[in-house]
């Protein structure tokens, strides 16, 4: 399993479009965080908060863009046939991958500390910043990271084509982050807005960056995570029924 | 359930049996799911426990013995902003009724609910009349912008005592999100603090002190609004009146105090020393004083008539009391870079006249740093003419302070030359600054008298005055600015503006009033509401000298650092790996 992991990371980072992915990204959020009108230096508050409200969107395409290769190319090549023959089980294989494409989200993420610095440094007074809210948030991002992840995942396992798993993965990712809260705003529902809402990503990874964990936020993501694990996993199996 | 552990090597199960535990599966998760759904457990990890009750708020609402009824109308079509306004004060009220669910119940009420324009008029009237100021908001509805009026408040009713409260802290008409935020924020001490006013009988006593020159009330209207909210306020002349300020206790030795704390708001003239001995004992009596006094006179009326005039020292003759007290007011002005506007007509060409803003040095504009409870998470306050205090050594008075210049900041000692050239002028900064002078000091302790060593009535009349040489443990506020507290008047209509309305933004943008209000929330020893507050955001900011300096190398390092290392990083694994597979 950790061979299948430490192989899964090696792939990525060996091939170019990898590479050009996380470079892509941590250009994106640095234009916005910086350089952008209404950046990080024109409000002048000591806190990352743009990062969290601007890193979902970006996330929307990173993710994907790591998670598109794992299954739909082994599918491409054949070698999927090899790898379920091994001694692991499917829920190992899917494991290992998901495993896999979450280290590269946080390894894309690493990055984004300079900005950490540079906030810290520029505060007044010189390190007023709220250490433990921006922890918080960094947790929600890294939820939300994995949950696309595991989105991307399975829209990984059902093609062989990574360009289609890549945009299956936004357009679910997408959905589920907003397509429940722009249901809810149609007027029809009424009271079921609120339950409609929460369904939806996006309600949870806002109370999240506020820095507040709440045990049913992160249960939220756990089941999401749990759900399109189990989804890959039987679009696995599916190649023998 | 067997199938999930099991190899794959085996076609065991088939499609009905994956598809069967990809069910369960299912199943088990939205089981977990539903069960934690019942389980509260949260933690707040900002550094202020940001979204957490504090322990006051908590007392209070478990300590409520009848129902408190609060009526939200913020509700209906709002702008994103004002909507999460809304929620967070939805959640704040199921937070409290976590604690105490009997006796808080809410409901949210849509003021513009009715077709009928008549009617919907009545409502908002009615809502005016019970303290409620409403905004008119422009929202886009369906690609055209349609004018709504909203109400950002709501009735805090308790038996048959309602207290309004405003939920929103602005006057603009398209309120941002920081405002919202900060709002946010304030929210739990607002609501505590209107559920403390519902439900609380004694009021305590203010009395602004009169005779000496000190603004006229129409000159402090708004905070004295502000302030009968929770106190009774009055106004008061001494007069020498030994029993101006408090009562002798029958058969005692000493006085007890009629009021509980006192504001001195600008004083011109000098006090009779009779008075400054009355005043004296109602510290030592446990009095608490609010004193807004100036150090110099900038004799503004002669500015306005020669477009210059020489500040001298203002002979108000307080200055042994402080003194004793722990604080001296500095014969002196402060010009700050961090400062009011001013607009001054110009005629840069020819005799065309113009309007140009300049910095007005001389109204500093002070940023609260400090994470005190009395500034924690308000506006910056304005000042007008303002002098540098210092702390003086005073037995057991622990002094903080408040309120400081800017690190761009200079002392100019009396005499100053006043003059609209200043905007000219250029400060001086890199040979004299003098950076972060003090201008709000808060002193905290048992106060000896000032008439200490010099008894200033006949020896035998000491008992009739009841006086104490050592004071009880009490509080007093300086400011080395009479201004602070003056709103802004038209005389012509006979009305006042609110205090830290800016003339330049057409909005209140200052945070005097708060400032002040929370000062006497403080020093009357509101210690649960206090509480709160000291939790209150505090926003932090970014140095704003170095974002404009620095700007164009933060937005390069910003952008390229991350982009950099992660680069070097992938050619060092490709070195690597390159080196490693040559070696096999």
């Known amino acids: ?241 | 359930m067997k199938g999930l552990l099991s190899g794959s090597g085996g076609t065991r199960g088939g499609r009905a049996g994956d598809l069967l535990e990809l069910g369960a599966g299912i199943g088990i998760v939205l089981l977990v799911l539903f069960i934690g759904s019942f389980v509260r457990l949260r933690a707040d990890l900002t550094s202020e426990k940001r979204y957490t009750l504090t322990d006051a708020t908590r007392e209070m609402v478990v300590g409520l013995d009848d129902v408190v009824y609060v009526r939200v109308y913020l509700h209906g079509a709002l702008p994103a902003d004002l909507r999460q306004l809304s929620q967070a004060t939805r959640d704040l009220l199921d937070e409290m009724r976590v604690w105490n669910p009997e006796h808080i119940q809410y409901t949210f009420i849509d003021p513009s609910a009715s077709e009928d324009e008549r009617t919907r008029n009545e409502v908002y009237d009615d809502l005016q009349k019970q303290g409620l100021r409403y905004s008119s908001i422009r929202l886009r509805d369906k690609g055209a912008f349609t004018e709504r009026i909203v109400f950002p408040g709501a009735l805090v009713t308790y038996r048959d005592k309602t207290v309004p409260v405003q939920l929103l802290k602005t006057q603009l008409r398209t309120p941002d999100a920081e405002i919202v935020n900060r709002s946010i924020n304030n929210l739990e001490y607002e609501l505590a603090s209107a559920f403390r006013q519902a439900s609380t009988l004694h009021k305590p006593r203010i009395a602004f002190l009169e005779g000496n020159g000190e603004l006229p009330e129409l000159y402090v209207m708004d905070v004295t609004n502000a302030l009968k909210e929770t106190y009774e306020v009055d106004r008061v002349r001494i007069n020498g009146k030994i029993d101006a300020l408090s009562k002798p206790l029958e058969g005692g030795n000493y006085r007890v105090n009629s009021y509980d704390a006192l504001v001195v708001a600008k004083p011109e003239k000098p006090f009779d020393g009779r008075d400054k001995y009355v005043i004296d004992q109602f510290v030592m009596n446990g009095g608490k004083v609010l004193w807004l006094v100036d150090g110099m006179n900038a004799h503004l009326d002669s500015l306005r008539k020669n477009q210059f005039s020489i500040a001298t020292p203002m002979e108000h003759g307080l200055d042994d009391l402080l003194f004793a007290y722990g604080v001296r007011v500095n014969k002196d002005l402060v010009l700050d870079k961090s400062c009011a506007p001013i607009e001054i007509w110009t005629q840069p060409y020819g005799n065309q006249r113009k309007l140009e803003r300049f910095p007005w040095y001389f109204e500093p504009v002070s940023i609260p740093e400090s994470t005190h409870p009395i500034v924690s998470n308000i506006d910056p306050v304005h000042l007008r003419f303002a002098s540098s205090l210092d702390t003086v050594a005073a037995e057991g008075i622990r002094k903080t302070v408040l309120l400081t210049s800017s690190p761009y900041s200079r002392i100019m000692r009396n005499p100053v030359r006043v003059s609209l050239n200043i905007v000219e002028m250029d400060l001086g900064l890199d040979r004299n600054a003098t950076p972060y002078q003090p201008f709000a000091v808060l002193l905290e302790g048992a106060f000896t008298s000032a008439y200490a060593d010099r008894l200033l009535v006949a020896p035998d009349t000491l008992r009739l005055w009841g006086y104490r040489e050592q004071g009880k443990r009490t509080a007093q506020l300086v400011v080395g600015d009479g201004e602070v507290i003056a709103n802004r008047v038209d005389h012509e209509k006979g009305m006042y503006y609110m205090l830290g309305y800016d003339r330049y933004a057409n909005a209140k943008i200052y945070g005097n009033r708060e400032f002040l209000v929370n000062a006497m929330n403080y020093l009357l020893d509101d210690h649960s509401l206090i509480s709160i507050r000291s939790r209150a955001i505090t926003l932090r900011q970014l140095d704003p000298e170095r974002t404009v300096l620095e700007r164009a190398y933060l937005q390069a390092f910003n952008t390229a650092a991350p982009v950099l290392v992660s680069v070097l990083a992938g050619l060092l694994f490709h070195y690597f790996r390159r080196r490693r597979y040559s070696q096999a």
Not at chain 1, 47 to 69: E, G, H, K, Q, S
Not at chain 1, 185 to 204: M, N, R, T, Y
Not at chain 1, 219 to 239: C, P
């Open chain 1, 1 to 241: 399993m950790y061979a299948l992991i430490a192989k899964e990371v090696r792939g990525f980072l060996g091939s170019l479009i990898g590479h050009i992915t996380v470079v892509v990204f941590l250009l994106l959020t640095g234009l916005f965080l910086w350089v952008f009108p209404d950046n990080v230096l024109d409000r002048g508050y000591a806190d990352l908060a743009p990062l969290f409200f601007i890193a979902p969107w970006v996330f929307l395409f990173l993710v994907p863009a790591v998670t598109m290769r794992s299954f739909s190319e082994e599918r491409r090549t054949g070698t999927i046939e090899f790898l379920l023959t091994k001694p692991l089980t499917e829920l190992q294989v899917v494991g290992a991958k998901y495993i896999a494409a979450v280290m590269l989200v946080v390894l894309a993420l690493l990055p984004t500390l300079f900005y950490w610095y540079s906030i810290h440094d520029l505060a007044v007074p010189r390190g007023n910043v709220d250490v433990g809210g921006t922890l918080g948030s960094y947790a929600g991002l890294l939820f939300l990271g994995a949950c696309f992840a595991a989105v991307g995942i399975f829209a990984s396992a059902i093609t062989d084509s990574q360009i289609v798993a890549f945009l299956i993965a936004v357009f679910l990712c997408f959905f589920l982050y907003l397509g429940f809260d722009l249901i809810a705003d149609f007027q029809v529902f009424g009271a079921l807005e609120g339950p409609i809402k929460s369904i939806g990503i996006q309600a949870h990874y806002m109370s999240m960056s506020r820095g507040v964990i709440d045990l049913r936020d992160v249960l939220y993501y756990l089941a999401v995570i749990a759900i399109f694990l189990l989804l890959t996993r039987t679009a696995l199996q599916s190649r023998k029924w």
